[in-house]
């Protein structure tokens, strides 16, 4: 019933920058929170950074000063700008949102939903 599509992810050089997206379609009324996770094959999935609806968000100590997460909520997409990207920032990016289906009258939800993964590669 809702897709999340990113994009953006490559490989870039070490100080170098990538702007992930992603884009929610559906049968959706309204999303709370959105949010970027990585995830390498054999360990856990670690929180990125977070925003929700109103606009606040969270980061994981390793990424802030360097990374920001922005929403356009009329485009139910949210945006993960990196900058002075690391080598141990590679990593697949999944994106993630919690959304509420149906419409004003017939709500349902929030239900979470998970991006395909895009992956980001950093190396000289």
């Known amino acids: 019933q809702v897709q999340l599509v990113e994009s953006g992810g490559g490989v870039v050089q070490p100080g170098g920058s990538l702007r992930l997206s992603c884009a929610a379609s559906g049968n959706i009324f309204s999303i709370n929170d959105m949010g970027w996770y990585r995830h390498a094959p054999g360990k856990q999935r670690d929180l990125v950074a977070t925003?929700?609806?109103?606009?606040?968000?969270n980061y994981a100590d390793s990424v802030k000063g360097r990374f920001t997460i922005s929403r356009d909520n009329a485009k139910n997409t949210v945006y993960l700008q990196m900058n002075s990207l690391k080598p141990e920032n590679t990593d697949v990016y999944y994106c993630?949102?919690?959304?509420?289906?149906?419409?004003?009258?017939?709500?349902?939800?929030?239900?979470?939903?998970w991006g395909q993964g895009t992956q980001v590669t950093v190396s000289s």
């Open positions: 993630n949102a919690h959304v509420v289906l149906g419409t004003f009258w017939f709500k349902r939800g929030p239900f979470e939903y």
């Open positions: 925003i929700a609806s109103g606009g606040s968000t």
